[in-house]
């Protein structure tokens, strides 16, 4: 019914300064690049009337605040909205849900954008409307724990953590990890990833190696982050992707010395071997299994069949096997 009215309301020319830049009760928009937008409005035209509400704060935007501030930047002066004013008995909630509706047919909106949306659901819908209604047409699972980690992420994170967020620099994986734990381990594991710049792939190991570690040595998981920070920071020789390696590494060893050991002496007892490059051997992970993996690189069956036969004529190559056993003899 609201929609109906808004469309009623016919289009009207409008002071661009009148208009103010305070995103608003209704924006959520974050991490947005104004450049494809401004030269679509300079070569076609503003085709999309924004739409304002009128108040004792003058004209705030409902929806199409990234237009009005691209209008803003090619010094545009007037522009053709639609004015909502206070006695059109339009509630707060309704012109959110307009501008919510209008983003979401036009675009995705990135996981901060989620956030913003859902805390600003907050102060009108019951919790449970939101995670059955909302959070679906979000593209999010209906669960509690969701809406919690994302008015988190609203309330909790800072720009720079918000930014990496929304270029979509961490994944579902890791987001749905770090949702299950408390709010200042999760702030100092987002700071970790996103100063360091911890690949999609690595984000799951760390958070997982920091938990298990937290529970292995009774220590908070800021308070392991910082050590590792600590023991890598005076090392000016590494680049950001080589510190978050060596900090994966220095975790892993730390959770389970065991195993590292183990990869260490595996990796010793190859190299005694003396291998040619067009095999390699591959331990299982963890040494948990029983099969090893060899991967041998030939050209045509020819060449495989020599090369076969060359493995016979590697010497200790029959006593490899797993480096707790002991070291081949």
Known sequence: MYQNKIVEIAPQKVAIKDITDSPGPFCMSFGFDLGPLIQSIRHVGLVNPPILKDGPKGLTVIAGYRRIMALKKLKAETALCRIIFEDDA?????????????????????????????????????????????????????????????LEMERCFDVKIK?????????????????????????????????????????????????????????????????????????????????????????????????????????????????????????????????????VFFREGEDLKNKIDGLNRIKGLSKLGHPWKGKAE
């Not at 907050?122 to 969701?146: D, M, T």
Request: proline share 4%; net charge negative.
């Open 90 to 150: 339009i509630s707060a909630l309704e012109c959110f849900l307009l501008n919510l509706h209008d983003n979401l047919g036009t675009r995705n909106l990135n996981d901060v954008e989620k956030g913003m949306v859902l805390s600003r659901l907050e102060a009108w819908v019951p919790k449970q409307e939101i995670v059955e209604r909302y959070l679906p047409l979000l593209g999010l699972r209906s669960h509690e724990i969701n809406l919690r980690f994302f």
């Open 163 to 295: 930014t990496f967020v929304a270029e979509g620099k961490l994944s579902w994986q890791a987001i749905k990890m770090l949702s299950q734990i408390d709010a200042v381990s999760r702030l100092a594991i987002l700071n970790l990833i996103s100063h360091l710049k911890f690949n999609i792939n690595q984000q799951a190991q760390l958070i997982d190696c920091l938990i298990d570690l937290s529970n292995i040595e009774g220590k908070s998981i800021p308070q392991i982050a910082d050590e590792e920070l600590k023991a890598i920071g005076s090392d000016i020789q590494m680049n950001r992707p080589q510190h978050a390696k060596t900090i994966l590494n220095n975790l892993r060893a730390r959770r389970n010395p065991t195993v590292v050991s183990a990869e260490k002496r595996f990796k010793g007892m190859l190299s005694d071997l003396n291998l040619p490059d067009w095999i390699q051997i591959i331990a299982p992970p963890f040494f948990e299994e029983e099969y090893y993996k060899m991967e």
